[in-house]
T-cell receptor, first 111, second 113 residues
Framework: GEDVEQSLFLSVREGDSSVINCTYT??????LYWYKQEPGAGLQLLTY?????DMKQDQRLTVLLNKKDKHLSLRIADTQTGDSAIYFC???????????FGKGTTLSVSS | EAQVTQNPRYLITVTGKKLTVTCSQN?????MSWYRQDPGLGLRQIYY???????DKGDVPEGYKVSRKEKRNFPLILESPSPNQTSLYFC????????????FGPGTRLTVL
């Protein structure tokens, strides 16, 4: 079945770049997503990438997609303490009825 | 303001006492869905609805019911809650799934004693 894997923790210093990695199993996925969850809050869509793209940039965020290796990454430039949160990678399931989420990567930013 | 609201935000209850968590969206979205979030397991879909009167099971539907009588509302019903349903629940809505923004509610933290 579909599966999405992420590393669980990442710790960086303020001002550094953060790179959160994700692998997925369903090669037919058309869209891949990154969500952010701040403590006590719901999920906020950060960005998504269509499978025919290799890269998408949106301000401090850069998404890289390696479709051959089924690898997705989210790079946050100039990481700030306000970026501390849990980041979820997700893909649409084959039926197109649900998002399949990874377990989330907790990003901790120290000043 | 476009939003998904859930009520209650926090609930402590006892085993077997029926409860309903409400979800409402003001964006005229066709698609609505319920997820539960558990430590170490991420988010898993419980039920979804593609439109009014159209609902279907997700990955973990056991012990839950839903209804979609109106486009804006998608309540989650636990007829006889059990401790293994203690979790953080999220409702979400969107116009579809592929390439669209799925809006999440703020979450409902449920504890079943």
């Amino acid at each position: 079945g579909e599966d999405v894997e992420q590393s669980l923790f990442l710790s960086v210093r303020e001002g550094d770049s953060s790179v959160i990695n994700c692998t997925y199993t369903d090669s037919s996925s058309t869209y891949l997503y990154w969500y952010k969850q701040e403590p006590g809050a719901g999920l906020q869509l950060l960005t998504y990438i269509f499978s025919n793209m290799d890269m998408k940039q949106d301000q401090r965020l850069t998404v890289l997609l390696n479709k051959k290796d089924k690898h997705l990454s989210l790079r946050i430039a100039d990481t700030q303490t306000g970026d501390s949160a849990i980041y979820f990678c997700a893909e649409i399931n084959q039926a197109g009825t649900a998002l399949i989420f990874g377990k989330g990567t907790t990003l901790s930013v120290s000043s | 303001e476009a939003q998904v609201t859930q009520n209650p935000r926090y609930l402590i209850t006892v085993t077997g006492k029926k409860l309903t968590v409400t979800c409402s969206q003001n964006m005229n979205h066709e698609y609505m869905s319920w997820y539960r979030q558990d430590p170490g397991l991420g988010l898993r879909q419980i039920y979804y609805s593609m439109n009014v009167e159209v609902t279907d099971k997700g990955d973990v539907p056991e012990g839950y019911k839903v209804s979609r009588k109106e486009k804006r509302n998608f309540p989650l019903i636990l007829e006889s809650p059990s401790p293994n349903q203690t979790s953080l629940y999220f409702c979400a809505s969107s116009t579809g799934l592929a390439g669209t923004t799925q809006y999440f509610g703020p979450g409902t933290r449920l504890t079943v004693l």
